[in-house]
C-alpha cells in the first residue's frame, strides 16, 4: 500500500510567522493534492500540485498565503503564510497513484496557531 | 460544487444497518468514499465509477444513480469499528482528477 509521509505531524506557531508542510511520497506519481480540515469540518481542497507546473489553486486560496513547491515526482511542500489563529487547521498531503482512482492521504499536520 | 450528504449524523446500536446518502448538481464521473476516524486520516472505502458496477465488500456497497448523480453507502449489520465520519467525494466529468468532499456524516456504533 501506499506511504505517504508529512511533517511535522504537529506544530504550534505564533501569528505572523510561516510554516512549510512537508510530504515526502514512497514512489513516483503524478497528481498531488492539498487539503485543508478545519475542526470538525469537511477536506477542502486548497491546491492541485503536479510536477513540472505551477500548481493550480481552488477559489478561496491564493499562491501568496499558500505557495506549494514540486521539485519533483515524490515530494511536494506546502508553505502556510503570515499565519493568524484562522489558519489553524489539519493539512492533509493526498496523492493519486498512476494508474489509479483512488487517492490516499498522508496522516495530516495538526497546525496550531497562537 | 461540494456534494450535499445526508443524513448528517447516525448513533446506531451493534448490528443495525445505515444509509448515507450523497447528491451533487454536477454530472459526475466518479463517487468516491471515505472513512475517518479521530485524529486520523481519511481512508479509501470503494470507488463507483461513472458505467460501472454498484461495488461491495462484506457489509458495506455502495450504488450510483448517475441520471440522478446520487450515491448511497450501505452499511449492513454495523460494528463497533464502524463509527467513524463518512465523506464521499466526487469528480465531475471532465475535471482534472481532484475529488471535492461532502461535509461528511458522523456514524457512532454502541453496544
Known amino acids: 500500500s501506499a506511504v505517504i509521509s508529512q511533517k511535522p505531524s504537529r506544530d504550534i506557531c505564533q501569528r505572523g510567522t510561516s510554516l512549510t508542510i512537508q510530504c515526502q511520497v514512497d514512489?513516483?506519481?503524478?497528481?498531488m493534492f492539498w487539503y485543508r480540515q478545519q475542526p470538525g469540518q469537511s477536506l477542502t481542497l486548497i491546491a492541485t500540485?503536479?510536477?513540472?507546473?505551477?500548481?493550480?489553486?481552488e477559489s478561496g486560496f491564493v499562491i501568496d498565503k499558500f505557495p506549494i513547491s514540486r521539485p519533483n515526482l515524490t515530494f511536494s511542500t506546502l508553505t502556510v503564510s503570515n499565519m493568524s489563529p484562522e489558519d489553524s487547521s489539519i493539512y492533509l498531503c493526498?496523492?493519486?497513484?498512476?494508474?489509479?482512482?483512488?487517492?490516499?492521504f498522508g496522516a495530516g499536520s495538526r497546525l496550531t496557531v497562537l | 460544487q461540494q456534494p450535499v450528504q445526508s443524513p448528517q449524523a447516525v448513533i446506531l446500536r451493534e448490528g443495525e444497518d445505515a444509509v448515507i446518502n450523497c447528491s451533487s448538481s454536477?454530472?459526475?464521473?466518479?463517487v468516491h468514499w471515505y472513512r475517518q476516524k479521530h485524529g486520523e486520516a481519511p481512508v479509501f472505502l470503494m470507488i463507483?465509477?461513472?458505467?460501472?458496477e454498484q461495488k461491495g465488500h462484506e457489509k458495506i456497497s455502495a450504488s450510483f444513480n448517475e441520471k440522478k448523480q446520487q450515491s448511497s453507502l450501505y452499511l449492513t449489520a454495523s460494528q463497533l469499528s464502524y463509527s467513524g465520519t463518512y465523506f464521499c467525494?466526487?469528480?465531475?466529468?471532465?475535471?482534472?482528477?481532484?475529488?471535492?468532499f461532502g461535509k461528511g456524516m458522523k456514524l457512532t456504533v454502541n453496544p
Open positions: 493526498s496523492v493519486r497513484y498512476d494508474g489509479a482512482n483512488v487517492l490516499t
Open positions: 514512489s513516483q506519481v503524478t497528481m
Open positions: 500540485a503536479n510536477q513540472g507546473s505551477e500548481a493550480t489553486y
Open positions: 454536477k454530472a459526475l464521473y466518479s
Open positions: 463507483l465509477l461513472k458505467g460501472g
Open positions: 467525494g466526487t469528480e465531475i466529468q471532465g475535471g482534472s482528477e481532484k475529488l471535492v
